[in-house]
């Protein structure tokens, strides 16, 4: 067995923005049945806004934003036309859904390091964070493609590379962080908890999915990851609002701010029935 990274050639993306866009619509048209957890999560969601609880989903902002853009895409993949004109117009989206999973983890990669280093709070780490993130996605979509490859005996069964190598650093960043006993508020424990149910649900995602469907796998250009990451993926930042919240997660932070007053809290300022901003 050899494990390796290969990059993409350039003739294997000869096929057609319109064949690409055929091939993301059939494979989410046949998924359509994992749509319930979409709606779970997203049901879940609108019950915590009619709690009087948005102010929880601040500190997931950006994943917020994406799961909007996962579903106007999601409508636009389900109806499949035959029309070329149809195919452009939405070939925006079929971009944006094979961006998802890089974005999210890249995200998470951000706000750990930032969390790590603990910058002063004059620094404006927000810009800095929003600028890194659109040079990674321009490096990602300029730069030549990578797949990780693993090779048994005369097959070749390819997966994501810079999303599976970003899953990895997003734990073993958890961990240093956990490691490094610093004062919790509720800002890092999202970071932390959604690093960690993100990474750990993509990784495992593709080992259940190389169990039961690895032939699957020997297609350079697998979209079923992506259907998981539009119907589930981009959703789990609602989990992880729910967990950072807890009741008895909530109790932990209350006794790390008394004994330690000077710890920010800036989500503990804002009360539980504070008005949702979307």
């Known amino acids: 067995m050899k494990v390796y990274i290969e990059a993409i050639g350039t003739d294997e993306y000869s096929f057609t923005f319109y064949n690409m866009y055929k091939s993301f619509a059939e ?75 890089f974005i999210i983890q890249a995200i998470n990669f951000l706000n750990l390091l930032v969390t790590i280093i603990d910058f002063k709070p004059t620094v404006g780490t927000k810009k800095i964070r929003f600028f890194l993130m659109v040079i990674a996605i321009i490096l990602k979509k ?24 970003l899953s990895v650093l997003n734990l073993i960043l958890v961990f240093m962080l956990i490691m490094k006993k610093k004062k919790i508020n509720e800002n890092k424990l999202g970071v932390i908890i959604h690093s960690l149910l993100s990474s750990a649900s993509l990784l495992i995602f593709q080992i259940v999915y190389c169990t039961f469907y690895m032939e699957e796998l020997k297609q350079p250009h697998n979209p079923d990851i992506f259907v998981f990451s539009a119907y589930n993926f981009v959703f789990f930042w609602i989990v992880s609002a729910y967990i950072t919240y807890s009741k008895f997660l909530r109790k932990y932070i209350d006794r790390e701010t008394t004994e330690n007053p000077y710890v920010e809290t800036e989500m503990g300022k804002i009360g539980d029935t504070a008005q949702p901003k979307i």
Do not use: W
């Open 142 to 165: 300029s730069l030549p493609e990578y797949r990780l490859v693993v090779e048994i005996s005369k097959d070749k069964f390819y997966n994501l590379f810079f999303e599976n190598l």
């Open 27 to 101: 494979a989410f048209f046949g998924n359509m049945y994992q749509f319930i957890f979409s709606f779970f999560f997203f049901t879940a969601y609108i019950f915590k806004l009619l709690k009087g609880q948005g102010s929880h989903f601040k500190p997931f902002l950006s994943f917020h934003i994406i799961m909007y853009c996962s579903m106007i895409c999601l409508p636009a993949l389900i109806i499949q036309s035959e029309s070329v004109v149809f195919a452009l117009v939405f070939y925006a989206f079929v971009l944006l859904v094979a961006l998802q999973i």
